[in-house]
């Protein structure tokens, strides 16, 4: 009854199959291996196009800090939810990595941006008042961190009013697999077809060791040079990269990451069905791998106290997480406790 | 014949087998999972105290740089040598992390500082005239960028003369493995007991995937809070650390990083003696794992055109790194070569 | 009838007569000048106490980020109001002077924190979560940027709550006179007496050409050293400081910077008198040289075209700001403009 | 006999005079004003050209730093000599501004850069070698710390040398008055002619209280905004900006900046005559206002007893500076204290 997080999970066997099968021989370092350099094929069919650029990191801090620092520059601020990872979870990191740029933090429902407060954020923006810190970037993180999902059209929506302003969009993809496991857009139609410029593509929550793709798309391109600049300075071009790459490929061959977030969205519905069969509402929608059930502090205590692992949210919900390696035995165990 | 960097190197299967061997069960993210704790163990071992906190990245210039931001701040500078990894090869790193601090360059004969430089730098220090940039920290590497070594004895004197001014030390152990195979001196020896505040161990290019592991001793424990925050704000503190952790224990574990160290020592004194035997000149002395032998450009074309790969060094040197897995063959192939 | 701003009025004639009588043989340079020695008495006077060091700059934008940058770490955040200066009209001083602090915006009626909202705020902090930026200063702004003032015993409260959690307290007063020649309160019990550990004391506005003395009280003094190496650093130690020093001189001699402080008080007002006399709310009580008038936007343009200036403000309101040089004449003319 | 700093000289009067003519009424503030907008003219004459921008701050270190941010990536390098202002005595202010770019310090006679060291450092330059920080600026000083001077045709010879690798070119204009002062070039043959992009054209050392304005010309004025911007970020953009407006108009008006940097040079000329006279040698040329005698400690001993003011220089000599202020008394005083 582990659900405190998908990054709690091991890594999927063939994931460190592919690491024992790329430990030979000599390759060039820093991101010049023979493995990396495969690895574009196999984002190509992903994403259905050529006109990209990646690299990888071990974090999705790293990846998203290093994404949103090649087009928030010291003077700008980048628009994102309130409760956003990058606003919440990472130390200040994008703050780090601009050189001081800001968060601009707008409300909305379930950590969807508000499309009203969208809006008038985008129309605010003057950047010939000097006092002010215009926004250069828009942030969407999708899955979100309540465990909701924009669709492709609304990711397109908000994309393309940031765009009428000048900002780049980059998505916050930790979770991308969990909503395109949900079978209703492909990885194109949610990221460069929707006018997303930059995607932290993240392979670790879904089942990877570390393994977070960014994806430069069209172009934004131009600024993969800076982008792997940035990633040396930040210690983030480790020089055994086919170990990353290997990853990679073993989460996209054969649509694995999809299926493996699948498996984690199946076991978070049936987790939900338990919930809300027991009487429980829920916060938000599940349109993942995350249910966020408005239990009683002292349903929560019986849960903890019969082993079960999961964190209070603000109010009044707590987060469960579903992983791949999450099994249906565990599932049940909740139901079973919660009738105990 | 590939000489070109201990980290093309493949991983030494052991680390894959430890990779598995972890890979079961819901950890504790970031950290607190139960193979990095047990890594503490043997990290005492390994350095004979129990005096000490560790962190871990995939880097050396992320566990370099995260080191010295600990110890210097925007407003201070780290004495290191001019041709030092962090000086040169880590494209600004330290500056990225320590908000803007300087590096003061020194000279020295085979990239170890000068005794003479070093002193008159830590004279010049003043930190009541407000326009100059203290030094707040000196960073030694060992092994040096060109192979060459510090004996415990010169870093206990260096680290004396630094700490007299308050600076803080900082050892670059990217291959301090390479030094410690020598036989000549301990690790508590070569760190601690020296003076050193803080080491970036290497493991990488003796033999792991990607592990360097940053430890502090002593006084310096009280940045160990400040550490994980930068670690976490720069994108070092990934998920799944239980990866990062099992490396090292299968490095650590029966001295295997010694042996493997001394492995590729072993094949870089044959390789030195293959170019002395064939009447070349080494530039500098072989103490670890490089050898950098004056070839004339037309025999360094003629050993490339045998399909060695080695790296030209300013001053006429060619710069030939053994691995682990560096064979008695290739140096073989070398000296045959030479010949041909 | 320029309403504008309080920074478009002149300096006061005894300001550029201070100017002449310091301009005349040597002195030393960066601060180390017989003008600003002789400050520091003055200083004491105002602030009853020589438990203090201080710094001038001839900006508030960064006396503020130089302020802040002492007690905010890179890793840290300053809690203010989300209309407060800092986080407004500042275009991410803070965040570039702190190296990459964060701002954490607080609500609150007329730019006032609200007392809850810091509660919460500071409830929240947990130094141990490494994911989170924990706030390490609150900063308040008196007078606010509404025209709204704490009173001292606020001050004390909420700088109270704010060092049992351990943060520094930092005091926006670049309108510090408008509030203290109000005459509830003196300078003491408005810092140091109310626990501020260090005020940006703004005379710019009050009279002078540019100068806001920075001030570190008891404990914080320990900073003073860093305060001036940031300040070298930023390009805010002018070789000739005796001109900055000169102009705090002329501003507290005899209680000018009070005496003009309250003339602009008087204005607004009496301007404020005007407004309501003609039917107008105002959406914030006026303490001290600001007035903000819910005016109709004929009203307003109906003003505009009569010769006045002043500014649109969030939610229906309008600002005008009263200087030194503010005269019955130009309140008159506003009346007599709402009534044709 | 205060020959310690030409920054502790006073204003010229005429400085003080127009602060008093511009001190009444009110005006736009941050640069918005008459006062700055009459500047343009102005500049325009002395620089010959239209095609120009400018900022002003009261500090050389700001006005350095700000210009070479717009041009310096926190990726990259400025290319100076190693005695120059910017690497050392201005606290890492490059470095704070630049987000973190380095300095590359490069050697030469008397602060001058030489040629071959410069063409060598030019020529290493790989931005696609990731792991190194490619040079983005040259900076070069003139009149340079050592009091010697860069012709025209030199400036235009190392800026077309950065030029051609795509480097932009600053030039630390601080005494650029006693250069141009000597006769031998005008302003726009120094800069724009000779392919600087920016100059920090200093008016304070020569006789303003605090002036130094920064100047963009052709291609460079893309910049102009992010200045501005970076200007205000970083508190160099004071409300009252009608003041340091001033300055520069007294200043320039008539030649004046011309006129007294040339009596500076005169007094300096004068001095070394002196030295010569009593038969000591000079370290550097005189080629403004700076003189740098190689004094045997006894003798600079015996002169300080007598009442003199300078400063040990590094290599045995002492640095004696002249002022527009500095009298022929004085020089004759260092003649009778040298024969006593």
Not at 118 to 143: D, K, Q, R, Y
Not at 149 to 155: D, H, L, Q, T
Request: with cysteine; charged share 20%.
């Amino acid at each position: 009854m582990n659900f405190s997080s998908d990054t709690s999970a091991p890594a999927h066997p063939k994931v460190i199959e592919a690491l024992v099968s790329v430990n030979s021989g000599m390759e060039g370092s820093y991101g010049a291996d023979s493995v990396t350099a495969a690895l574009r094929e196999k984002l190509a069919a992903v994403f259905e196009t050529d006109d990209f650029d990646f690299w990888m990191t071990a974090s999705g801090t790293a990846s998203n800090a290093l994404a949103l620092s090649c087009f928030c520059s010291p003077l700008g601020a980048v628009l994102c939810h309130a409760e956003a990872h990058i606003a919440r979870d990472e130390r200040g990191a994008p703050e780090f990595f601009s050189g001081g740029g800001k968060l601009q933090l707008l409300p909305g429902f379930g950590a969807r941006i508000n499309r009203d407060a969208l809006e008038a954020a985008l129309a605010g923006i003057n950047p010939a008042f000097v006092h002010e810190t215009p926004a250069e970037v828009l942030s969407l993180t999708n899955l979100t961190e309540c465990g909701t999902a924009y669709r492709a059209e609304e990711v397109a929506l908000y994309a393309g009013f940031a765009k009428e302003k000048g900002l780049a969009v980059h998505l916050d993809g930790a979770r991308l697999g969990n909503v395109l496991a949900m079978g209703k857009s492909t990885a194109a139609e949610m990221t460069w077809k929707a006018g997303v410029d930059v995607v932290t593509f993240g392979l670790t929550k879904t089942g990877a060791i570390g393994c977070e793709v960014i994806v430069l798309f069209g172009a934004a391109r131009a600024k993969f040079a800076e982008l792997k600049a940035r990633a040396k300075r930040s210690g983030h071009m480790p020089p055994k990269m086919r170990f990353l790459a290997a990853q990679a490929h073993a989460m996209l061959e054969n649509g694995l990451w999809l299926e493996l977030a699948g498996q984690a969205n199946a076991r978070a519905t049936a987790l939900a069905d338990v919930f809300v069969s027991a009487g429980y509402e829920l916060a938000y929608p599940v349109d993942g791998n995350e249910v966020f059930p408005l239990l009683p502090e002292a349903v929560a205590k019986r849960l903890m106290a019969a082993g079960g692992k999961f964190y209070a949210w603000p109010g009044g919900a707590w987060r469960f997480v579903c992983s791949w390696s999450t099994s249906e035995a565990e599932v049940a165990s909740v139901a079973a406790a919660l009738k105990a």
